[in-house]
């Protein structure tokens, strides 16, 4: 899919300026006329200066740029270093246990890179073993409506020709009844205008133009649900095969909770999408476990989810000025208090990045993302609200976690210079182990094909994504005008 921010299964461009000419003649025939006032701002008391794009950002002439770039490089270059040789040396260090059993004295002698691998199993058995208590207690006899409540399905396109049918007729299969279909195209994106057309002959299903707002997702989506009159709202990509009981099972919670997100399973076609597939596993839904078990936060994104229009309009919607809207959007449905329900039953199948340059290039463009965001959660903390305070902890730590991750490469370095490569097994065997787990139950549940090699490289996800940060931070602070990268799908 396209998603002009693009998330994962998405594909992603800039909309120049629309001729106001071309805009009259859109077919706006599909559309009703319903009018919906639309959320006033955010007011925001910023204590430091936010603004949407880079810390410093490229301003001045071209040998401000040029001074800029090269802070970039450097910085991320020796960064980079630095973490790997600050673990190295951190893992070479030694612990003393002493240990006293009546009258015998056991000291025991631990180089820090062991304990970092005793942790790393730790983690990740933890983890893995509470996301599976999850999986099964959401898989046992889920609930699943017929009504309930009207409905609108959102599906922001752009350029997503190819990939719409799949999200369109995944809907339109949906054993909801009160369902709506509304999808919203970019003023400039006439191919995928004239595909929604196509879908439009069903009487579920409408097409809207993003005349309000045009290039971003989330601008799409605020356009399109302020055009809707439903009670609830759903919000999904344009190449997301949503399960025909998601949407009905999510209703049944609505009376109890504002938002319920689903989960999204990216398709493991090869070897960087099984890379992708993999790394969904590990780093989103087993990685959030200890958060989710510890506090009340939860990931409310912009796609499979569907929410009450009450909370829509609480928090204002999505912002187009966010590079990550969805990541964004979680943290202000926190601070706002509103109740997450995260479901994973009837997951939703998606598309994976299709080569490394892509994968690179999208991950790089999440993480800048999550330096934007913690930036302006930064700007607007309240030290007297224990959720503003809490929200911008828990984005600093992902941040954090995922440069640390970059050490790890230098831990297990260390055990092969002392030659304790023995304790390569335990934490590898912890990730493979719940990686294969999980892909054997998605089997069943989502209908994948059987596991192959490809997790043998899952590994060498964590150091890449340390770099991936390290990267994503000295370009948001120096470089990053704003612009994102586009991945091909469909």
Not at 176 to 187: F, K, Q, R
Request: proline share 4%.
């Amino acid at each position: 899919m396209t998603d002009h921010h693009g998330r994962e299964g998405a594909s992603v461009g800039v909309v120049g300026v629309t001729d106001p000419e071309r805009e009259e003649s859109h077919d706006f025939s599909r559309v009703e006329d319903v009018n919906i006032a639309v959320p006033p701002p955010r007011h925001r008391t910023a204590m430091v200066s936010y603004q949407p794009r880079g810390f410093i950002g490229l301003s001045g002439n071209h040998s401000t740029m040029g001074i800029t770039r090269w802070i970039d490089r450097v910085g991320f270059v020796s960064t980079s270093g630095g973490i790997l040789a600050s673990g190295f040396l951190q893992g070479l260090g030694v612990l003393s246990v002493r240990i006293e059993l009546a009258s015998i004295v056991l000291v025991v002698i631990l180089f820090h890179a062991v304990l970092s691998s005793i942790s790393i199993t730790a983690f990740v058995g933890v983890s893995g073993l509470l996301f599976g208590v999850k999986l099964g207690l959401d898989g046992r006899s889920p609930t699943v409506q017929t009504e309930g409540g009207t409905v609108a399905a959102i599906v922001p396109v752009y350029q997503d020709v190819q990939a719409l049918s799949r999200s369109i007729q995944g809907l339109l299969a949906s054993t909801y009844d009160d369902l709506s279909v509304y999808i919203v195209c970019e003023p400039d994106d006439h191919a995928s205008q004239r595909r929604a057309r196509e879908f439009a002959d069903h009487d579920r299903v409408h097409v809207l133009v993003n005349v309000t707002d045009p290039g971003s997702k989330a601008s799409a989506i605020n356009h399109a649900i302020n055009q809707t009159a439903s009670e609830y709202v759903a919000v999904f990509d344009a190449d997301e095969c949503i399960h025909p009981s998601f949407v009905g099972h999510a209703v049944s919670h609505l009376d109890r909770y504002d938002i319920v997100q689903g989960r999204t399973v990216p398709e493991p076609t090869g070897a960087v999408e099984s890379v992708a597939y993999y790394e969904s596993i590990l780093l989103s839904y087993v990685g959030r476990r200890l958060l989710y078990l510890l506090t009340a936060f939860r990931i409310a994104s912009s796609r499979a989810v569907v929410m009450r229009r009450s909370a829509f309009e609480r928090v204002g919607g999505y912002d187009p000025e966010m590079l990550t809207e969805d990541f964004e959007f979680a943290y202000r449905c926190y601070q706002h208090r509103l109740s997450v329900r995260e479901t994973l039953a009837y997951p939703s199948r998606i598309e994976a990045a299709h080569s490394l340059r892509d994968w690179w290039g999208q991950r790089k463009r999440w993480m800048t993302g999550y330096v934007q965001v913690f930036h302006r959660l930064v700007a607007e903390i309240n030290p007297f609200d224990s959720r503003s305070v809490l929200s911008t902890a828990v984005c600093a730590g992902t941040i954090v976690g995922n440069v640390l991750m970059l050490s790890l490469l230098s831990k297990f370095l260390v055990l092969l210079v002392v030659e304790a490569e023995a304790w390569f097994l335990p934490p590898i065997g912890a990730v493979g182990a719940v990686a294969l787990t999980v892909h054997l139950s998605d089997i069943r549940r989502v209908g994948l094909s059987r596991p192959g090699v490809y997790w043998l490289v899952i590994p060498a996800l964590f150091p890449l994504y340390g770099l991936t940060m390290v990267k994503a931070v000295f370009e948001y602070l120096f470089t990053w005008d704003g612009s994102w990268y586009s991945v091909e799908k469909g």
